[in-house]
């Protein structure tokens, strides 16, 4: 193919206005994915010790999510800004795969682990077994069977094309009208990676709910402590309806409008329905974030603790030399208050240890003897009608004893 604007496609289908509005915010969008999805990355990094088996998929919930607002976002924010795609075919096709694997890596990884908590709180027998090694083929069975889906384009098993507004690319969703192939494709993507997931997750959570509510109708000591649903686990169950809510709520409109272009006349679904729905979609990338750092308080405490650490280390290098020359003219200042304290007779005082300097520490931590700090003590001794001034460590040990 040659260039992008003449060849594969022109211009977008919308107005600029339109199109500028999207690229802002899809520039907005993808500033808060990042910052929120490689925060919850960096918390879990931080507590990997500490992290419970059904986190796993929280933890590849934010992969799939930056992986999308990574490859997606700056093609789509330039080409909005444009008013036209900007890249060539093979760019378009590398866009719209990883579209299609990161979005269907969330959707999948939701699905399991809507049925994770469904086997933890309905089957507890079998739920508390649950460990990381089964956590860990889970994740790697979600790419698999996402990225099954995401290839079949490439292989001649559907088609990848532009989006209908013209500014993006993803599945060609003209092409099922001329191939039996691509529409066996988007039926198959229609069924197994839209309808069966969103089953799956309502009939999990509707029995999760009813197991709750009959859990909190039941006397509970006397049930058996497999049968008890602590807090900690309903907590994390609300957590993920949240999530799956918000997520099927993004990725909604764009399967209606996608399903209305596939099967009955794609020339009725107007660009600015895809596009709207295409918003809606890319927003998914910020929904588990938001849930997981604000609402869930390990996640929210560790963070807390992580940033104070890093705040106190950076201001802690930045001050360190600052608070050395303070405590240097502290202790001058300090020094010159005693050595300025006399009697009335111009005599100085005799503190022993000076009350207002600091005592000097050594690189052990312990008090040197303050008696090399002090000030020096002197006494005036009358010979006839002359006033001489001696030092009192240069008089003799009965001489000295006299006057201190």
């Known amino acids: 193919m040659g260039n992008a604007s003449e060849t594969f496609l022109l211009v977008s289908r919308i107005s600029k206005d339109l199109d500028f509005l999207m690229g802002t915010i899809y520039t907005i969008f993808g500033m808060l994915s990042v910052v929120g999805n490689g925060i919850l990355m960096f918390v879990a990094y931080r507590k990997k010790s500490s992290l419970k088996p059904a986190e796993f998929f929280v933890v590849n919930l934010a992969i799939s999510d930056l992986g999308m607002t990574i490859t997606l ?3 789509a924010s330039s080409s909005a800004f444009t008013h036209m795609w900007l890249f060539n075919e093979k760019t378009c096709i590398a866009y719209a795969f990883c579209g299609v694997l990161f979005g269907l890596c969330s959707l999948t990884n939701l699905t399991v682990l809507s049925c994770v908590c469904w086997l933890k709180v309905c089957c507890p027998n079998y739920g508390n077994k649950f460990s990381y090694c089964h ?7 979600v790419w698999c069977y996402a990225g099954i889906f995401a290839v079949g384009p490439l292989s001649g098993w559907g088609e990848y094309g532009a989006e209908p507004y013209g500014t993006a690319c993803c599945i060609n969703w003209y092409a099922p009208r001329q191939d039996s192939a ?8 229609f069924i197994f990676c839209y309808i069966v997931p969103c089953t799956v997750i309502f009939l999990s959570y509707t029995f999760i709910l009813l197991t709750v509510r009959g859990s909190r109708q039941a006397v509970q000591q006397h049930m058996s402590p497999q049968n008890k649903i602590t807090n900690a686990q309903a907590f994390i169950i609300k957590l993920s309806v949240a999530v799956c809510i918000g997520f099927l709520t993004a990725w909604s409109p764009y399967a209606i409008v996608s399903m209305w272009a596939a099967f009955v006349n794609p020339t009725t ?3 600015m329905a895809f596009a709207l729905a295409a918003i809606f979609a890319k927003s998914s990338t910020l929904y588990n974030p938001i849930v997981y750092l604000v609402f869930k308080p390990n996640f929210r405490k560790s963070l807390c603790r992580d940033v104070a650490k890093c705040r106190t280390t950076l201001f802690g290098c930045l001050c360190q030399d600052s608070s050395a020359q ?4 502290r202790q001058s200042s300090h020094k010159e208050e005693c050595n300025s304290t006399r009697f009335s007779n111009g005599l100085p005082e005799n503190h022993g240890t ?6 000097p520490e050594t ?9 090399e700090y002090s000030p020096q003590q002197t006494v005036r001794i009358l010979k006839g009608s002359i006033h001489n001034e001696v030092a009192v460590s240069q008089l003799s040990n009965e001489l000295q004893s006299d006057f201190l």
Do not use: Q, W
């Not at 303070?326 to 003219?329: L, N, Y």
């Open 73 to 75: 976002f700056p093609l």
């Open 326 to 329: 303070k405590g240097t003219c």
């Open 269 to 271: 679904v107007p660009p």
């Open 354 to 359: 000076c009350r207002h300097c600091p005592y």
């Open 182 to 189: 691509a529409m066996s494709y988007i039926i198959c993507l």
């Open 135 to 141: 956590a860990c083929l889970l994740v790697a069975g």
């Open 363 to 371: 690189a052990t931590g312990t008090r040197e003897n303050f008696t």
